[in-house]
């Protein structure tokens, strides 16, 4: 216990947070059983009464040097300051009021924050905590029908930002098959591919009559990997859709027995996937030119490599920190304001449910990803700086659409792609001249989540909106081998195609 990180920082654990607050208690209860005041500690320990209050409330976490000194003064070993326990009803109390007022639902609610003091009476210190536990009751339970994997997509979106979604391991596997499929150089052809499949022993075929719940089926018998048709001759997506069948067997998967596992390969493959449309030897250097030019932009690696707008943003995400040093965001938000997929390991902010979980949270109406849709030329990217109170961000952001149908993973209508860099990292970027700028002060819902006053006045009581259905959070998997796929569909799909 050798720093001084505020709990609640992107490097400080829920866990931590907790303990701290456990620790600043157990001095507080010592403190105020020895009939000592926080300059009277202070004097005794020689440290400042106010870093004190800090420790006490579980702000600040404190040198080794201080705690001995503190165990001293009370004459205590250094275990009974370090105990996980409360050190009475009152403080178990006060630690569960504080980390309830220092989570994501509290934030939501736009009602001031209650200390936890001395002064407040234990009947209302008790009253507080159980509308907060029966708070957090109803929202587990307004999200129960997908919580296993909005938990299992949250540990695996933290566990990337971590490791700055970096796999070296995934990087190296498609690195030598590409070289092996004889690869040098620019966008990945759909002939390199078929190659790369055939060293594997399989052949690409495409077929109309894929099964629905299926992205594609290999038929490991027959060696054989069914891909949809081509709707767009020479698209990024097919080829992505090949090495994500390829890359179960390069991982070498088994079936998923679980929601985590199914994401995880999700997550293996995809990653899989793009480090072979651009290749680590190749986009490393690219990059790295470009930002000593100070020219990086996402059109530019997307047009170098021959892939999409957003495959483009995500692969920026796993290069740019490991090689380039720079700490990014990337968002994928609905024209509705929804976010449907999310990256940051610059400290960026992201709205949150109560277990952590963004997918489907509406992001503020400031940010750029929102802020793109309101623009009447979308062709090209839209450059913005937004101060928000974890600092400012500049942010790229292109728009697009899908079609009725949706994509491979289900999207459709208009969506935005953002690429993001703290205030200090905007210097290597092209659009960073920009004069847009916003503020956004989300998650206080006076930011943009409440109307205007004198609308709420004229339209309270008197408007009855009718909301969209998302069927996708209603709807449970269908049990089989594979999570999300009809099994009975696949094999008799696989018996019509497979050879005489």
């Known amino acids: 216990m050798d720093g001084g990180d505020v709990p609640g920082s992107n490097e400080t654990s829920a866990r931590g947070e907790t303990d701290l607050i456990t620790l600043g208690r157990r001095i507080r209860h010592l403190r105020t059983a020895h009939g000592l005041t926080l300059d009277a500690l202070g004097e005794k320990v020689g440290s400042a009464p106010s870093l004190l209050s800090l420790v006490e409330n579980g702000r600040r976490e404190p040198r080794l040097g201080l705690l001995r000194s503190i165990a001293e003064a009370f004459g205590v070993p250094?275990?009974?300051?370090?105990?996980?326990?409360?050190?009475?009803?009152?403080?178990?109390?006060?630690?569960?009021?504080?980390?309830?007022?220092?989570?994501?639902?509290?934030?939501t609610l736009g009602v001031p924050a209650v200390k936890p003091s001395q002064k407040l009476p234990m009947p209302v210190l008790e009253q507080l905590v159980g509308l907060h536990e029966e708070l957090a009751r109803r929202e587990q339970l307004a999200i129960a029908t997908p919580e296993e994997a909005r938990r299992a997509n949250t540990d695996l979106r933290l566990e990337r930002e971590a490791r700055d979604n970096h796999y070296p391991q995934f990087e190296a596997v498609a690195e030598q098959l590409v070289k092996a499929a004889g690869y040098t150089g620019g966008a990945l052809t759909h002939r390199t591919v078929a190659r790369m499949a055939e060293q594997m022993g399989f052949t690409l075929l495409h077929v109309d009559d894929l099964p629905r719940s299926a992205r594609s089926v290999t038929d490991l018998r027959n060696g054989r990997i069914y891909l949809p048709p081509a709707s767009t001759p020479g698209g990024h997506g097919l080829r992505s859709l090949a090495l994500q069948a390829l890359a179960h067997r390069v991982l070498e998967h088994d079936r998923p027995r679980s929601y985590g596992e199914f994401l995880r390969q999700r997550v293996e493959i995809t990653y899989f996937a793009a480090?072979?449309?651009?290749?680590?030897?190749?986009?490393?250097?690219?990059?790295?030119a470009r930002k000593r030019d100070r020219d990086l932009a996402v059109e530019d690696f997307r047009d170098a490599f021959g892939i999409t707008h957003e495959a483009a943003a995500m692969r920026l995400t796993n290069l740019a920190t490991h090689h380039l040093g720079i700490p990014l965001h990337f968002l994928r938000v609905g024209a509705d304001g929804a976010l449907f997929r999310g990256y940051a390991n610059d400290g960026l902010p992201f709205p949150q449910d109560v277990t952590g979980a963004i997918e489907g949270q509406l992001i503020c109406r400031r940010w750029a990803a929102r802020e793109a849709f309101e623009r009447r030329d979308r062709a090209t990217e839209f450059y913005q700086y937004t101060d928000t109170p974890a600092g400012t961000f500049w942010c790229s952001t292109q728009t697009g659409s899908m079609s009725p149908s949706g994509g491979p993973d289900g999207g459709s209508g208009a969506f935005s792609i953002t690429v993001g860099v703290p205030y200090a990292h905007a210097k290597w970027f092209r659009g960073r001249a920009t004069q847009v700028r916003r503020v956004s002060t989300c998650p206080d819902p006076a930011c943009c989540q409440r109307p205007a006053p004198e609308l709420t006045e004229r339209w309270s009581g008197e408007a009855w909106p009718s909301g969209r259905m998302h069927q996708q959070i209603l709807a449970a998997l269908p049990r089989g081998a594979f999570p999300g796929v009809d099994d009975a569909e696949v094999y008799a799909f696989l018996d019509k195609h497979a050879p005489a």
């Open 78 to 107: 250094m275990s009974e300051l370090l105990s996980a326990e409360p050190p009475s009803r009152r403080a178990a109390l006060e630690i569960a009021l504080d980390r309830a007022q220092r989570g994501p639902l509290f934030t």
């Open 275 to 288: 480090a072979c449309l651009a290749p680590q030897f190749v986009a490393v250097p690219f990059l790295e």
